[in-house]
Every structure is written in structure tokens, then in C-alpha cells.
């Protein structure tokens, strides 16, 4: 198997939401990762434990899809990086801090 399909089949695993399904709101996120230019990039970062656990307890509601369930995870660069990516992909809303205030910013607007 190519690793494209490789990565395919493994970011289905890990979105699945528990009834062979991935939440529609995470489509676009997996969409991202099966497309991304180097597929060993998506399989090495996917080989990550904590990585998995974050998108599994997403994937199965666990874990709201939200700013406050992402805050939910241990603060770490690799809890950022997955902020970062549900926003670049309209998963979330962006959000800009400043003085202990949070406002939404829709990319899209």
C-alpha cells in the first residue's frame, strides 16, 4: 500500500467516532491531512500517542470542538499546533487574545 493510502486509512481510524463515521464538522480537517504534500509527515506526526488521544477524544465528543475543549488538553506546543490546524481548516473560529479578553475572528468574513 502507498503511503497516501497508508495515511488515508490511518487518519480514518483516528477519526472515526466511534460508529464508522467522522463527525462532519471534522471532514475538512481530514480532508487536509489525507491531501497534505508528504504523506510520511501526516504518518510520523500521526504516530504520536498524544497527538492520536487529542483527535480520538474530538472524534468521539469527548472532548467538545471547541476553544474551551482544546484548552481541555494539557497545555503543550502540540495542543497549539492542532488549535491552529481545526482554524486553518474552518473547524474553529480564530480567536485573538489580548489582556485577558478572547474575540472570534471568522477568516472568512
Do not use: N
Not at 464508522?20 to 475538512?28: A, D, H, M, N, S
Not at 474552518?90 to 471568522?106: K, N, T, W
Amino acid at each position: 500500500m502507498c503511503r497516501r493510502c497508508q495515511l488515508r486509512r490511518r487518519v480514518a481510524v483516528v477519526l472515526d467516532d466511534g460508529h464508522g463515521q467522522i463527525r462532519p464538522r471534522l471532514v475538512p480537517l481530514f480532508d487536509a491531512l489525507c491531501t497534505m504534500g508528504k504523506p510520511c509527515t501526516g504518518l510520523e506526526w500521526l504516530g504520536s500517542k498524544d497527538v492520536v488521544g487529542r483527535l480520538r477524544a474530538l472524534a468521539t465528543a469527548q472532548v467538545p470542538l471547541t476553544h474551551e475543549g482544546i484548552d481541555s488538553f494539557e497545555a503543550s506546543g502540540g495542543r497549539e499546533y492542532l488549535r491552529d490546524l481545526l482554524v486553518t481548516h474552518g473547524v474553529l473560529l480564530g480567536l485573538i487574545r489580548f489582556g485577558g479578553q478572547v474575540a472570534s475572528v471568522d477568516h472568512a468574513a
